[in-house]
């Protein structure tokens, strides 16, 4: 409460809901039918579970999807709305969890990659209700904090039923925050079921885009997904030193990843043509200022920006500060992509990719480093669809990842039941 001031700073809503008040009516009452609670915290978590909610429905349970952040629960809403309940997570004081659960009553509470709250876990445990971790992480940096408090939390990693982690480097460290070796298990990302590959609609949304914004024809683009902090001056520098090395020339188009970065990155990129002006019939920028340069401020579009692109640079992974950004879109869409050497939080989705070959690590953040690296590309275009090629292979081999959770949570469900009958 005292902290309030400092993660507060946004506006938030939901507060009744945040401690624990479910709106009447929201939930039905209780039936024969299993239910399971499927928490994700935010967008990244519920794009995760994606393809697990709909095998859970598929065999007749009754599914309750959760979410901790307004934008987490918007897109909660939009993905599963329709076919199963969505409700707001709570707090993590007693009272608001306890609130919650004589609400909701669920058989199993399925937690998305960690969200292993205490006063959830432990009442969940006392009420008899099995806790499972699916998609599983805990990087290195965020092991180092919790080891701090092991004392106090180790027991709830020691009560889950599983925790099926993305690979074995998680469920090492799983482990060592006091997870049973027995139940934790490696199963995979449940991402690469999540990935979508080129649609007509898509290809349509692309070609507007194009038109649009006015992307010149005869350009290779380079599409820098979800930037951040600097990366997009980075970028520029990089692309004028690749198209003057291999003699090609080369469009660039950012998408920030937060909203609030639109101005900079456009002020990054002078005389670009913004989405948003374009959108709104307003006057374009003077591009022949910079030639090719694009910012994309506008939400939802990053996959028909990626569908676009010839290469495709992932952001957040060049500043310092952030850990990467997620490769699968672009993967799925069979487009070569590069990604800098800080990229933690998507070891398990980067390596596979870069092992198979379609996907190349730039070791450095210096402009010259990914300007080489650029200019290579380029200048290659039987490797640039060989990369393409072999990104959509490795998406395709490595699916499934649902389909194995889903069956722990069944067996989880087939143990409560015969509990209950005993």
């Known amino acids: ?3 309030a001031p400092l993660w507060a700073k ?3 809503g939901g507060w009744r809901e945040r401690f624990g008040h479910v709106p009447a009516g929201a939930v039905a009452a209780r039936s024969g039918t299993p239910r399971v ?30 979410a901790g952040t307004d ?53 969940c445990t006392r009420r008899g209700v099995p806790v499972a971790v699916v998609n599983g992480r805990l990087s290195e940096r965020s092991l180092k904090g919790y080891r701090k408090i092991k004392w106090a939390i180790g027991r709830d990693f020691a009560s ?3 925790a099926a982690v993305q690979d074995e480097a998680y469920r090492a460290r799983f482990i060592a925050m006091g997870a049973r070796a027995d139940t934790c298990v490696v199963t995979g990302n449940m991402k690469w079921d999540s990935v979508k590959g080129a649609t007509d609609q898509l290809r349509e949304q692309a070609a507007g885009l194009r038109a649009a914004m006015e992307v010149r024809a005869g350009e290779l683009l380079v599409v820098g997904g979800s930037t951040s902090d600097g990366e997009e001056a980075l970028l520029h520098r990089a ?16 998408a920030p990843r937060r909203p609030e970065r639109f101005d900079v990155a456009a002020a990054a990129l002078p005389g670009c043509v913004r989405r948003s002006i374009v959108s709104a019939g307003g006057q ?13 401020d506008s939400i939802g579009e990053l996959r028909a920006a990626y569908l676009m692109a010839d290469i495709v640079v992932l952001g957040r992974s060049f500043d310092g500060v952030l850990y990467g950004s997620d490769p699968s879109e672009a993967a799925g869409l069979g487009k070569p992509s590069v990604i800098g050497p800080r990229y933690g939080d998507f070891v398990s ?5 870069a092992d198979e070959g379609g996907l190349r690590v730039c070791r450095s953040v210096e402009a010259e480093a990914l300007g080489t690296l650029l200019a290579e590309l380029a200048g290659l275009g039987q490797v640039r669809a060989a990369m393409g090629a072999a990104a959509s292979e490795c998406v395709a081999r490595h699916r499934g990842v649902s389909v194995q959770n889903a069956a722990m949570i069944f067996e989880i469900l087939g143990r409560v039941a015969g509990s209950e009958a005993t």
């Open 71 to 123: 934008t987490g629960l918007k897109k909660a809403r939009e993905v599963f709305g329709s076919v199963a309940t969505v409700l707001r997570y709570p707090l993590d004081f007693s009272s608001s969890v306890k609130r919650f659960l004589d609400s909701v009553r669920p058989d199993v509470l399925v937690l998305a990659e960690l969200e292993l709250w205490p006063n959830m876990v432990r009442e």
């Open 160 to 162: 889950l039923a599983f």
């Open 1 to 3: 409460m005292l902290l």
């Open 239 to 254: 692309c004028e030193m690749a198209s003057a090395k291999a003699g090609v020339p080369i469009g660039l188009l950012c």
């Open 10 to 12: 946004k506006a938030r």
């Open 37 to 66: 609670v499927v928490h994700g915290v935010s967008v990244g978590e519920i794009n995760a579970i994606a393809t697990l909610v709909p095998l859970l429905l598929e065999r007749g349970l009754e599914v309750v999807v959760t």
């Open 349 to 353: 989705m980067v390596e596979p990719l």
């Open 284 to 296: 374009r920028a003077a591009v022949t200022q910079v030639p090719g340069r694009y910012v994309l």
